[in-house]
């Protein structure tokens, strides 16, 4: 398995950079925080403060820790972190909830991306919360800590004389580290409090219910077919950036797979990702009009909140992406008018009307549907941007962006640069291969281009992380043939900074095969059947 515990042996030097990656940073602040809100934050704050003072100018163990927040709080840290920190993985939670008795049955298990393992035996002590949203407008939340491989949990407390329960939502704030999997008639009155926008369910938890409800169908637990429902019901009202966010990321996976099937992923784009996507492209817009016209509601103001640019941003990629013909119009349209600013003299990129024309945070999308429209033209254009560029911000947007070209001679061409090193930083280079790994049309030359110059590659990049993200970006493809040609390429070649890396990657990519395999035909299925 490529996974690993947050707490692991180091085996070799080399090891040592590799295993601070998203496991040891992102799921060791997440148990941070969800410790925190078991404990509540100011006994945890306490415990800190009693930690920190005993143990000042000295040395400790992970354990020193969790003594000094059990002995503030009365809790058993030790034993219910033992199994977050020394174990792998984390569970996913299935619960019913029997509305007549106003039971709650929560069964674990461990959640893989790979799907269901029914006989993994572990067991993790899960600080469970849980929202209980009441007829009468009033909601409450009951909290229990779940070691068992089932329990039932009774609500009837929590209903009082409101007598019955509009709705649940486990992990309240998603502060816990676990996927929740609801029964059909739980999902479906979380469905509708999404498309109600009923006030509630927060944006943390409307984006926990998206995040669990993806990663679910992702891995085999529910058809993604449920998944496309519940993403449709932020359609009509969702205005939250970070909702939206996770749901671009959860769909730039399935996308991923669905490029497999060339007529499929067309259906795709037009059916169900302009369909996804319209309602928020109408409010968010494109910021100022280039024509002298603002009348338009979706106009940028000067003190519009930088989560809406933000989420305009995220909104005209997807749309540019699942080429809505109005959207990338208006992106060729401003790209134009931007170069012919940014090229007319020194430092025209940073200029504010160009800032204005096409501002920092949307240049990426745009470029990069400039290449795919005009091919080597868009290609040269974007690359004269690049080479005038004086923020190095700017030249990495731009380096993104080239990843877009189709052609075998501009893939090449693009490969070539990061390797050799004259243009393109040698820190810089890993951007180029992440970029063309990530572009269905030019993966398999860039894996061939990985094979060809593996020994230079090796030797300009062996010794720092670059040659992990490089492994990395392996995890694109969703072919079992092609990770077992991955897998026999590097049977006899060492790679200590990168042998993590490449075991996600490899496992990434069965994944992705797995889930193809799975839900292709259920896809195709939901798109003849879409309005």
């Not at 693009?414 to 390797?419: C, E, H, P, V, Y």
């Not at 060492?494 to 797995?514: F, G």
Request: net charge negative; glycine share 6%; with cysteine.
């Amino acid at each position: 398995a490529s996974s690993h515990p947050i707490e692991v042996e180091v085996g070799h030097p080399d090891e040592i950079d590799e295993i601070f990656d998203m496991i040891s940073y992102s799921k060791g602040s997440c148990v941070i925080r969800m410790l925190a809100e078991f404990l509540g934050k100011e006994t945890f704050r306490k415990g800190l403060v009693r930690y920190l003072a005993r143990h000042r100018y000295g040395n400790t163990f992970t354990e020193d820790l969790w003594r000094a927040l059990a002995e503030e709080s009365g809790q058993p840290v030790e034993d219910v972190m033992r199994t977050w920190t020394k174990q792998t993985g984390f569970p996913v939670l299935s619960v019913a909830l029997d509305a007549a008795t106003q039971q709650l049955v929560v069964k674990q298990e461990r959640f893989l991306r790979s799907g269901p393992v029914p006989e993994d035996p572990k067991l993790w002590a899960v600080p469970v919360s849980i929202y209980v949203a009441l007829p009468d407008g009033k909601s409450t939340v009951v909290n229990q800590l779940v070691r068992e491989r089932e329990a039932t949990i009774d609500l009837t407390a929590a209903v009082g004389d409101a007598g019955a329960i509009d709705f649940v939502k486990l992990n309240v704030g998603q502060t816990g580290i676990y996927r929740v999997n609801y029964d059909d008639a739980s999902r479906g009155k979380l469905i509708d409090a999404v498309v109600n926008r009923d006030a509630r369910l927060s944006s943390d938890d409307r984006f926990g219910f998206e995040s669990d409800t993806f990663d679910l169908a992702r891995s085999g637990f529910i058809p993604v077919t449920v998944a496309l429902d519940v993403l449709m019901a932020f359609a009509p009202k969702e205005d939250d950036y970070t909702v939206w966010a996770n749901i671009c990321d959860d769909l730039a996976d399935l996308q991923r797979i669905l490029r497999t099937d060339e007529a499929l992923y067309a259906d795709f784009k037009v059916k169900y990702g302009q369909k996804l996507f319209a309602a928020v492209s109408e409010r968010v817009g494109w910021g100022p009009s280039i024509d002298g016209n603002n009348d338009d509601a979706a106009e940028s103001k000067e003190d519009e909140d930088h989560l809406v640019r933000m989420l305009r941003e995220r909104v005209v990629a997807k749309m540019c992406g699942f080429d809505h013909k109005p959207t990338v119009d208006e992106a060729i349209k401003r790209f134009d008018k931007f170069f012919a600013l940014a090229t007319s003299k020194k430092g025209g990129d940073s200029d504010p009307q160009a800032a204005l024309i096409l501002p920092p945070d949307m240049r990426t999308s745009v470029y990069s549907v400039a290449i795919r429209e005009r091919g080597k033209a868009g290609y040269d254009q974007v690359w004269q941007l690049f080479q005038q560029a004086e923020l190095h911000e700017e030249k990495v947007r731009c380096l993104f962006s080239l990843g877009a070209a189709t052609s075998r001679e501009l893939i090449e061409r693009n490969l070539n640069l990061a390797l050799e090193g004259k243009d393109v930083r040698p820190q810089d280079a890993f951007f180029v291969f992440r970029a063309v790994f990530a572009n269905s049309k030019a993966n398999e030359i860039a894996w061939q281009f990985v094979q060809k110059n593996w020994d230079e590659i090796v030797a300009k990049f062996g010794s720092s992380f670059i040659l992990a993200r490089i492994v990395g970006g392996l995890d694109s493809f969703a072919s079992n043939a092609k990770a077992d040609e991955i897998e026999a390429f590097f049977k006899d070649r060492e790679t200590p900074a990168a042998d993590r890396a490449l075991l996600q990657s490899l496992e990434k990519i069965r994944s992705n095969a797995a889930w193809l395999a799975r839900d292709h035909d259920k896809v195709k299925q939901y798109l003849a059947s879409a309005k």
